[in-house]
């Protein structure tokens, strides 16, 4: 086997990329591609990503029974049901229903590698599982950061190197960015939560209030679903 | 003193900063600014930055005692006297001279940094140097890593997180890029040389046929020259 693993770690850099070669992995680990994997996990029927908040709340007046979810900056926009925190995407408000859902940053990366030849969505979460889908798919592979606002954060990033970990194994080729995720992740892994409390964005989000989110989403292998792109909707692979 | 260093790890993420509020050191290891220190401190009169071949073959007309050099994709462009190579910036060859001087990656970014408050060169060849300097700006300070072809590279990174690791213990803020390039420098520097062999640019310059130049090119403090841009030329600072 001959095949790539890249990872692009910032979204303003996939045009740098011929995405229709690839097989990407969203990855926004604060907090949409974990809440989207919880979701997924705990029997949401859909989440539709879209792009910007007013796209969100036009699908109140098409279907009263979706569950509407914006978030910007780290905070619920004001009149929608909730934002990204994984708390709400638990099996007694999730199960069954469809859930529409922009953030920051999460929601913008998947719209841009649209193009992708599969879409599926990465977190801590389901590392195990999405790691051996993957070895399993015999194609290139592009792990997608979603970042902070178009630029690099280090959780993506490590994140993406725990995939590089579990493929390079597999005889995938890792390029520049690859081999940095991965070398950043086997300095972090023992401590991931101690690693990232040094960065700009931790701080951020204490401010917020989140850091029970924060503690959830570097859980490991607690869920295995994995979430694919069918149409406009991430569903049950 | 409060102030930032950040890195921008390639240099189609510069738009993400508002590039004058900082001082901006713009790094091509392999081979830009590392051949413009060792020009500069070689007694090069000046170094003129150009984005395009034509611009820098436009001045064989203009003057003709300058030194014109033209790389792309690692070569020299036919028809000009050098690229970028440092055994072609020794002082039998440019000492009292004005270069003028094209490359793949080094000049972009140079030119997207322009209204910078001010611009400095650096290479691993004068990392005391330009850390000493950049001690006492007082300024905020953006390490614009030149990469490859807008993605990010390895050597460029490591060569700021060679920066960071000098500045931090000022009391400079490192950002999530900083922070991720310092811990991967501190992962190489003990054999920076064998770290970048797993790297695809290094296999790329390999074929090229210039292993020489990268061994030079990871020299530490061979050179104690600061070149800065004034006007649109690089000169001694």
């Not at 919880?38 to 029997?43: H, M, P, T, V, W």
């Not at 949401?44 to 279907?63: G, L, M, T």
């Not at 999730?94 to 599926?120: C, D, E, F």
């Amino acid at each position: 086997m001959n095949k790539k693993i890249q990872v692009c770690l910032t979204p303003a850099l996939l045009p740098l990329y011929n995405i229709e070669d690839f097989v990407v992995v969203v990855i926004d680990i604060f907090r949409a591609t974990t809440s989207i994997c919880y979701g997924i996990e705990n029997g949401a029927k859909a989440i539709i990503p879209v792009a910007h908040v007013e796209e969100c709340a036009a699908y109140r007046n098409i279907e009263c029974d979706y569950l509407l979810a914006a978030e910007r900056d780290g905070e619920i926009v004001a009149g929608f049901d909730f934002g990204n925190s994984p708390f709400s995407y638990t099996a007694d408000k999730v199960a069954g229903k469809t859930i529409v859902l922009t953030t920051t940053n999460g929601t913008h990366a998947l719209h841009l590698s649209r193009k992708a030849k599969k879409i599926v969505i990465g977190s801590f979460l389901n590392l195990t599982a999405i790691s051996n889908w993957l070895k399993n798919q015999h194609e290139n592979i592009l792990l997608v950061c979603s970042g902070w606002k178009n630029n690099f954060n280090l959780e993506d990033t490590l994140f993406a190197g725990a995939l590089v970990e579990r493929l390079k194994s597999e005889g995938f080729r890792p390029d520049d960015p690859a081999i940095a995720a991965n070398d950043l992740y086997n300095l972090a892994k023992n401590d991931l939560d101690g690693y990232l409390k040094k960065t700009s964005h931790s701080e951020r989000l204490k401010k917020l209030g989140i850091e029970r989110d924060i503690a959830f989403c570097l859980n490991v292998d607690t869920t295995t679903a994995i979430p694919v792109l069918e149409g406009d909707m991430l569903v049950k692979l």
